[in-house]
Nanobody, 128 residues
Framework: QMHLVESGGGSVQSGGSLRLSCAAS????????MTWFRQAPGKEREGVAT???????TYADSVKGRFAIFQENAKNTVYLQMNSLKPEDSAMYYC??????????????????????WGQGTQVTVSS
């Protein structure tokens, strides 16, 4: 069973940046879809960015051009670099993994229920 641990959340002002980390307990890049989700109070959990074993990335329209997902295989870690943050980016951010899922299946359009493994979440708060 894969274990995921997120870190890097915090409080920043609008326009600031944060980098989130998701450390996996095994080599996710051998066959998992990795996704960052977020959930704000009273809202549904939404996919923000994904990366698959081929390095293909997808992003939610609301974060394109501002967020970047990338990997560091030697550390089994996936990062989410968040720039030009807005108050509406405030949410709990979760890292999730879907085993045996790569290629075009791996997309921000996937429901949170498609992912088997989850981290504990890290809070991001952006003030105006």
């Amino acid at each position: 069973q894969m274990h995921l641990v997120e870190s890097g959340g915090g409080s920043v002002q609008s326009g600031g940046s944060l980098r989130l980390s998701c450390a996996a307990s095994e080599a996710w890049y051998t066959g998992y879809c990795m996704t960052w989700f977020r959930q704000a109070p009273g809202k549904e959990r939404e996919g923000v960015a994904t990366i698959n074993t081929y390095g293909t990335r997808t992003y939610a329209d609301s974060v394109k051009g501002r967020f970047a997902i990338f990997q560091e295989n030697a550390k089994n870690t996936v990062y989410l670099q968040m720039n030009s943050l807005k108050p509406e980016d405030s949410a709990m951010y979760y890292c999730a993994a879907a085993p045996g899922r790569s290629g075009s299946w791996c997309s921000v359009a996937r429901s949170w229920s498609d992912f088997a493994y989850w981290g504990q979440g890290t809070q991001v708060t952006v003030s105006s």
